[in-house]
Each structure stands twice: as C-alpha cells, then as structure tokens.
C-alpha cells in the first residue's frame, strides 16, 4: 500500500527517513544513500551506479559500496537479474524498504492501542478520570518500559494485598517487581535460608 503511495508521489519518503533515522537503524550517511535509491527508482533508473550516488551524496565511491552492502544486508534494498536483448543487467528495487516502513507503522499503531489500553485499565482499577498529570506520570512508567502485562500483574498483586489502587502504589509494585525480577533466584533462597526472606 505504501509502496504505491510511494509510486505515485503521495508518501514524503525522505522526512519518513530523516523522522525515523533511528528506528530504521540508519547512519547519517547510509539515510543519504537510501534516499538517493528511492530518488532513482522513481526516475525508472533500476541500474546501481556506485559512481552517481557518491556524486550525488558526496559520499566517497568505497563508502558507498559499503553502504549499498549494508543496505543489502538490512533489507532495505534487493537485487535482480532481468534479461533485455538477450543481456543479463543486474537490476534493483526498494520493496522492500516499504516493508519495513509498513512494519514499523504497524508497530506504532500496536504500540498506540496497548497505551490506551494501559490508561483505559488504569483509569478503570483507580475509579477515577486521569488527569494530565496522570496521563504524563504513566507514559513515563511506560518510557521505563512497562508493558500492559506488567501493570496488570502490578494491580493484580496489589488487589489480592488489599491495597488501595492509586498510581503511587502502582508505581512502587512495578518497582518491587522489576527489582525482584533482576534478583538472582539463588540470592533469594539463600536470603530465606538465613531468615530474611
């Protein structure tokens, strides 16, 4: 689907690359290569010429041929063999690259649906609306990396202590259990042999 909004001129495929640099684990300069390959296939030119790109990107001829490598690799790019006039002419195609794109909306979007899903739970188990204040204070538990599973399991053990579910407890249960889940399992037993546990 992106890949024919591509095609046909509606999907800004550079911002979507400087905007997701990261996420598509690009350097600076394999991000310029890239861009240079998705320039050309739309110009119908399907022919890899390590000279153009490094003239276009002002990248040296060896670095570019590295990067393509590296692109190759990362499945941003693929490469074909196409036979015209009885000439075999290696050819490529950035489908690929619209793979990954669509992956990493798709991503997102689950991403976005277990966030409210979390304050719709929260919101829920704390008989209370979320204040902004609120909303900032969870999707900060969720930077640290708590998943919808594990605020679950935070509220499920906070309701079978007869605790109150307010975000604070919330928060020192997810701290509890993350501490505990980096715990070596041999420190716990030797705490509970000497009477600590």
Known sequence: MIFKLYKDGYFSYKKFILNNITKLELSPNEALVLIKLL?????????????????????HGNDVDNILNNLLQLDYFSMYVENIDGVMTEKFTVEPFFKRVESLYLDDNNKSKEIDKIFALIERKTRKMLTNNDYNFINSLIEDGNTLDDITNAITT????????????????????????????????????????
């Open 39 to 59: 320039d050309l296939y739309l110009t119908n030119e399907r022919t890899l010429r390590v000279e153009s790109i490094s003239e276009a990107t002002n990248i």
């Open 158 to 197: 906070l309701e079978k202590g007869r605790y109150d579910i307010t975000l604070k407890n919330i928060a020192r249960q997810l701290e509890h259990n993350d501490v505990k889940s980096k715990t070596d399992p041999r420190l716990d037993d030797f705490f509970k042999k000497i009477g600590i546990r």
